[in-house]
C-alpha cells in the first residue's frame, strides 16, 4: 500500500521528505499498538488488529469478526482424499510487516543455487530473479515506473486493478457490495478463516462494455508481496465487458507460511466475460514432502447476467496439498462455465482438485477438462460436481477426466458427483487412466530423445488440451515448467 | 560396421540367443529370416537398447565401439535406428513436433544447428508424399488412430527423416498389402548407399523380391544356422526352414 500512497503522492509532487514524515504520520494514527508482527495466535483482537493496521471501516471489521466467530464453530474439514498433520491456529502469525531490506539476501549469491538453475532453466531475467528470490534492490523505481505506465494505460479505459487494501480506501461501497456475496463466510472452513484474516489480494473492476486492454497479471501489481497467506481476490465485470487475468507465476515461490488459504470470487454481469487462467507452483517441499505449502483454495464465479462466461484455466504443480474447486455458478440464462486443469502431482505431493458446475439458468452450458498427472509417490484426485436444478431447462455439461500415471507407487482417484434434476439436461462424462508405458518412452529414446525430454513430451501432449486455453506467452511457459516439474520423476 | 560375435542373451533367465554371429559392413543389406520363436525380433531389441534383454556372453561391435554400453538415445545418435514391429501411440504429441525433436536431438549430437521451422516443414511434407501419407498425418498425434498399414508408412517417414547408419525393419512388412509393401521396399532402396547397412527381418520371401539383399541369414534355436546369397530367401520358399533346422538340431 505505502508504495502504492507514494507513487500517487508523487504524481501530486511531493518530496520524499513529506512521504517519508506521512508513512511516520500513518503508522503511529492506525494503531496504538507499536509492533508491526503479531505473535503467533488467533483470537478476536487479533482480527480487529488486522482490520485497524488496514484502517478498514467499520462494517469490514463487523464482518471479518463475525467470519471469526462462524469459524470457531466449523471444523476441519475431513472429506478431500489429502493426508497431513492437525494444523494448529494458533502457532500462525496472522500479520507481518514485509520483511526488510537488512533480513533480505544481498544479492543472488546468496540465495539457494537450486533455484537459480530453475529460474535460469525458465529464462527468467535477471532482474526478475531478484525479485522473485526476494532479494533487497535498489532498483525498486524501475517496478514502480513500470507498474505506473501499466496502471494508467488502465485507467484510460476506466479499469480499476489495485489491491483489496487500496480497493477498500477508494471504492468501499464496491468491495461491500460484492465481497462475499459470492463465498460467503459461511461457505467453509478456509473461506471462513480467509474472511477473518485476509491479509490483501487483487481488486478488479470493468465498466460495463470495457474489454479490458491488456492481460491483468498479478506480476504487475506492486503491493504484490507478502499478500500470499490469506489472500482474496474480488472481479467484477460489468455488462458487455471482458476481462483476462493471470494469476501466479511458473517461477517456484517460497513462502515462509505453510498455511495458504485464499478465496477468490468473480461476478460476470449480462454478456460479460471473465478468464481467469493461474499457473501455482509454490514450495511442494522435500523428497519426503517437509516444509511443502499447504494450499486450500475457494474459488469462485458467478455467471450473474444472461450469456456471460466464465472460464477458469489451472496449471497446478507446486504445494505440498493442493485442495481447490474453481467453480461457477451459471445464474444468467444461456450463460457458459468452463473449467481447463492441468494437475502434477510429484514426489509426496497431494492434490485433490476439481470444480463445480451449478447450473440454474435455462440453456447453461459447462465444459470441464481434467488432466491430472501424478509421479513418484504423489496422490491426485479429481473431485468434481455437475448440478442441473430443476429451473435449468436444456442445460449441457460435458466432462472429460483424464489421469496419466508415471512410475507405479503414485495413485490417481477420479470423484465425479452429477446431480441431475431436470430431464431435459445433457450430461456427459468421460474418464481415463493411462500410464506413461515404457513401450512409448522406449520409441522416443530410440528416436534420439533423451527420457526426461521423452516424459516431458509425452506430458505435456497429454495436456494439450488445457494448455491451449492459456494465454500464449503462459502456455510457453507452462509447457517449460512442466518439463522442469518432471526432472528426476524418471528412471 | 557392425560386427556380432558369439552373443548371448536372456530375457528374465531364458536364453533367446545362443551364440549368434554376425558381420556387416557398410552399404550392405542383410536380410534374417526363421520360424517364429528363433529370436529375430530379440536381434533388433538388443541392437537398439531395449531394457529387459541382458547380454549375458559375447559382444556388438559397431563402428569399433562397445554398443551394449550405450543407451538407446546414444544409438540412436550415433545412427542407430529401428523400426518397430508393433509403433504405439503417443496422443496428443503432434507427428511434426516428434519428428523434429527427433531430427534435432541428432542434428545437436552431430554438431549442427536445429532445423529451422519451414525448411523442415517442406521437407516433412516432401517426404510423406513419398511414403503415401497424407501431409495431416503430420498434425496427428503420433500414430494416434492410425491403421497398421499407415503406422508402417510412418516408421518409413521416420526412417527416411532421420537418415541412419544403421538401419534395423523388424517386420516391416507384416500385414502390409502389396502397394504398400512395394512403397516401403521404394522407402528402403532409396536409403540404401555406400555409407549405410540395412537389416531386414522378415518372415516372407516377397519382400525381398523388392529389396534384393546382399546376404540372407536364417536364425533358429537362437543363432543363424545358414547363411548364403539372395537365393536361399527362394530356396526357404520353397521348402519352409525344416530341413535347416532339422540338419541344425
Redesign the interface.
Same mark, same amino acid.
Given at each position: 500500500m505505502s508504495e502504492t500512497a507514494n507513487q500517487k503522492r508523487d504524481v501530486d509532487g511531493d518530496t520524499a521528505i513529506d512521504r517519508h514524515l506521512e508513512r511516520e504520520y500513518e503508522a503511529g494514527w492506525v494503531t496504538d499498538i507499536e509492533s508491526d508482527t503479531l505473535p503467533p495466535g488467533l483470537d478476536e483482537d487479533v482480527v480487529r488488529f488486522i482490520s485497524a493496521k488496514k484502517n478498514e471501516p467499520e462494517w469490514m471489521t463487523e464482518w471479518r469478526l463475525e467470519a471469526y466467530r462462524h469459524w470457531l464453530t466449523m471444523d476441519h474439514p475431513k472429506w478431500a482424499h489429502v493426508h497431513y498433520p492437525k494444523i494448529d491456529f494458533n502457532s500462525i502469525s496472522y500479520f507481518s510487516a514485509p520483511r526488510s531490506q537488512e533480513d533480505r539476501p544481498k544479492s543472488l549469491d546468496e540465495v539457494d543455487p537450486e533455484l537459480l538453475r530453475t529460474y535460469e532453466k525458465l529464462g527468467i531475467p535477471l532482474h526478475e530473479q531478484e525479485m522473485l528470490a526476494g532479494v533487497a534492490v535498489d532498483a525498486v523505481f524501475d517496478s514502480v515506473s513500470v507498474a505506473t505506465t501499466f496502471r494508467s494505460k488502465l485507467a484510460e479505459s476506466g479499469v480499476i486493478f489495485c489491491s483489496i487494501s487500496e480497493a477498500l480506501q477508494d471504492y468501499p461501497e464496491l468491495v461491500r457490495k460484492y465481497m462475499g456475496s459470492i463465498v460467503p463466510y459461511r461457505d467453509n472452513y478456509f473461506a471462513a478463516l480467509n474472511s477473518a484474516v485476509f491479509s490483501d489480494g487483487s481488486f478488479v473492476y470493468i465498466p460495463e462494455g470495457v474489454r479490458c486492454p491488456m492481460e491483468l497479471s498479478t506480476y504487475f501489481r506492486i503491493n504484490a508481496e507478502n499478500t500470499g497467506q490469506f489472500e482474496r481476490t474480488l472481479i467484477i465485470a460489468e455488462e458487455g465487458s471482458h476481462v483476462s487475468y493471470l494469476e501466479g507465476c511458473t517461477a517456484p515461490q517460497r513462502d515462509e507460511n505453510q498455511l495458504h488459504a485464499a478465496v477468490v470470487e468473480l461476478v460476470a454481469h449480462k454478456n460479460a466475460k471473465i478468464k481467469y487462467s493461474t499457473v501455482q507452483n509454490w514450495y511442494p517441499g522435500d523428497s519426503e514432502g517437509r516444509g511443502g505449502i499447504y494450499n486450500f483454495v475457494t474459488k469462485r464465479g458467478l455467471c450473474a447476467g444472461e450469456r456471460s462466461h466464465i472460464s477458469w484455466t489451472q496449471v497446478e504443480t507446486g504445494s505440498a496439498i493442493t485442495w481447490k474447486y474453481p467453480s461457477v455458478i451459471l445464474r444468467g440464462d444461456d450463460s457458459v462455465g468452463e473449467f481447463y486443469s492441468v494437475a502434477l502431482a510429484r514426489g509426496r505431493q497431494q492434490a485433490d482438485t476439481g470444480t463445480k458446475m451449478i447450473h440454474l439458468g435455462k440453456n447453461t452450458r459447462s465444459t470441464i477438462i481434467s488432466k491430472g498427472i501424478s509421479a513418484v509417490r504423489a496422490e491426485n484426485s479429481y473431485r468434481g460436481l455437475v448440478r442441473i436444478s430443476p429451473s435449468a431447462d436444456g442445460a449441457r455439461n460435458f466432462t472429460q477426466c483424464d489421469s496419466l500415471l508415471i512410475g507405479d507407487r503414485c495413485g490417481a482417484h477420479t470423484f465425479p458427483y452429477i446431480e441431475s434434476r431436470n430431464p431435459t439436461a445433457t450430461v456427459e462424462h468421460e474418464a481415463t487412466t493411462s500410464k506413461v508405458?515404457?513401450?512409448?518412452l522406449? #520409441? /522416443?529414446?530410440?528416436?534420439? #530423445?533423451?527420457?526426461e525430454?521423452a516424459v516431458s513430451?509425452?506430458v505435456?501432449?497429454? /495436456?494439450?488440451?488445457v494448455f491451449r486455453e492459456l494465454p500464449m506467452e503462459f502456455a510457453v511457459e507452462a509447457g517449460k515448467l512442466l518439463e522442469i516439474s518432471l526432472e528426476g520423476a524418471v528412471g | 560396421m557392425l560386427k556380432i560375435s558369439n552373443l548371448h542373451v536372456t530375457i528374465a533367465g531364458e536364453t533367446i540367443l545362443n551364440g549368434l554371429d554376425l558381420e556387416i559392413a557398410a552399404g550392405e543389406v542383410h536380410a534374417i529370416m526363421g520360424p517364429n520363436g528363433s529370436g529375430k525380433s530379440t536381434l533388433a531389441a538388443v541392437l537398439?537398447?531395449?531394457?529387459g534383454y541382458e547380454v549375458t556372453e559375447g559382444s556388438i561391435e559397431y563402428f569399433g565401439e562397445d554398443l551394449t554400453a550405450l +543407451?538407446? +538415445?546414444e544409438?540412436?545418435?550415433r545412427g542407430v535406428?529401428?523400426a518397430?514391429q508393433y @509403433? %504405439? +501411440?503417443? @496422443?496428443? %504429441?503432434?507427428n511434426m +513436433?516428434?519428428l523434429r525433436?527427433?531430427v534435432d536431438?541428432?542434428r545437436a549430437?552431430r554438431g549442427e544447428a536445429a532445423t529451422s521451422a519451414v525448411d523442415f516443414m517442406k521437407l516433412a511434407r516432401a517426404t510423406c508424399k513419398q511414403v503415401g501419407l497424407d501431409t495431416d498425418f503430420l498434425k496427428r498425434? %503420433?500414430n494416434e488412430g492410425f491403421s497398421g498399414g499407415e503406422k508402417k508408412r510412418n516408421e518409413l517417414l521416420?526412417m527416411l527423416l532421420?537418415e541412419p547408419k544403421l538401419a534395423v525393419l523388424d517386420e516391416t512388412d507384416s500385414g502390409l498389402d502389396i502397394d504398400a509393401l512395394g512403397v516401403v521396399a521404394d522407402g528402403v532402396n532409396t536409403l540404401r548407399s555406400a555409407e549405410r547397412a540395412i537389416i531386414l527381418i522378415t518372415h516372407y520371401q516377397r519382400l525381398l523380391n523388392h529389396i534384393v539383399p546382399d546376404r540372407v541369414h536364417v536364425l533358429s534355436g537362437g543363432r543363424i544356422i545358414r547363411s548364403g546369397g539372395k537365393e536361399l530367401a527362394l530356396e526357404l520358399e520353397e521348402k519352409g526352414y525344416g530341413w535347416l533346422t532339422e540338419a541344425a538340431a
Open positions: 508405458s515404457d513401450d512409448q522406449f #520409441l /522416443c529414446r530410440q528416436r534420439g #530423445l533423451d527420457p525430454k513430451m509425452i505435456n501432449g497429454f /495436456c494439450k488440451d | 537398439s537398447g531395449r531394457e +543407451e538407446p +538415445e544409438r540412436a545418435w535406428f529401428l518397430f @509403433p %504405439v +501411440e503417443i @496422443p496428443g %504429441v503432434t +513436433e516428434f525433436a527427433s536431438a541428432l549430437h498425434g %503420433v521416420q532421420l
